[in-house]
């Protein structure tokens, strides 16, 4: 099978795509993981947030350009354990397919936008992962900028990330936003994400960032520029 029709058979229809690639991380991972504070949750545990993960997977299913990229890239799902108010997420380039989220904890509207921005945030990571196998965006390796996400020095490669799945997810927001498929409690929940993230972005040094990024990386940033006005100074 090519690698083509191998992405056209993990391509799902319907809302429950996320649930069923829900599964158990292989036992070194896991254990790796483990080692390094995650936390997690019981098998058992998966099916208490389906109905959570199908009413993501619909809000999701509204943008179908952004439904065939997250099915793509997200081929397994492990699922974490994390205190309610906060979300946890992750993702390695050295496993391309796969990503850790914490499990919902609650259900309603604001549950669902929370799970659905844990899968895009990941998913959104594994495909700058995967251009830049083929394609360099950073050309200095070493040089660090301060990171509006770890409110510490971080690395040109990790701000870029960061940025470019932020402004991806501003952007699934507005969407969600503009095409009026949230309740009153989504909908706050939404203006108060792209508030956050509009700030954010807007302390990011694009000066310093573009200084050490490749021409490409640069192409890439300026498209990103185009497309959040917070960027634009």
């Not at 927001?173 to 807007?202: C, P, Q, T, W, Y």
Request: proline share 5%; aromatic share 6%; with cysteine.
């Amino acid at each position: 099978m090519s690698s083509s029709q191998e992405q056209g058979a993990r391509l799902q229809q319907g809302d429950q795509w996320i649930s069923e690639r829900i599964g158990e991380a292989p036992s070194l991972v896991k254990q790796e993981l483990e080692s390094r504070g995650f936390i997690f949750s019981p098998p058992e545990a998966s099916s208490d947030s389906d109905l959570v993960f199908a009413a993501a997977g619909r809000l999701i299913g509204l943008l179908p350009s952004l439904n065939i990229a997250l099915q793509r890239h997200v081929d397994a799902i492990f699922l974490l354990e994390a205190d309610d108010q906060f979300d946890i997420s992750h993702s390695e380039p050295r496993w391309p397919e796969w990503i850790f989220i914490s499990r919902p904890q609650q259900m309603g509207d604001v549950a669902t936008l929370r799970a659905a921005e844990n899968v895009v945030h990941e998913a959104m990571h594994l495909q700058l992962s995967l251009v830049e196998q083929r394609i360099p965006l950073v050309a200095d390796l070493q040089a660090t900028i301060q990171s509006p996400w770890k409110q510490e020095p971080r690395h040109l490669q990790g701000v870029l990330h960061g940025l470019y799945v932020f402004v991806c997810i501003s952007a699934f927001f507005h969407r969600l936003r503009d095409m009026k498929a949230l309740g009153s409690r989504g909908l706050s929940h939404v203006k108060n994400r792209i508030f956050s993230i509009n700030a954010e972005i807007a302390s990011i040094s694009v000066a310093d960032l573009e200084k050490g990024l490749t021409a490409t990386g640069s192409i890439l940033l300026r498209r990103l520029l185009s497309q959040h006005p917070q960027l634009k100074r």
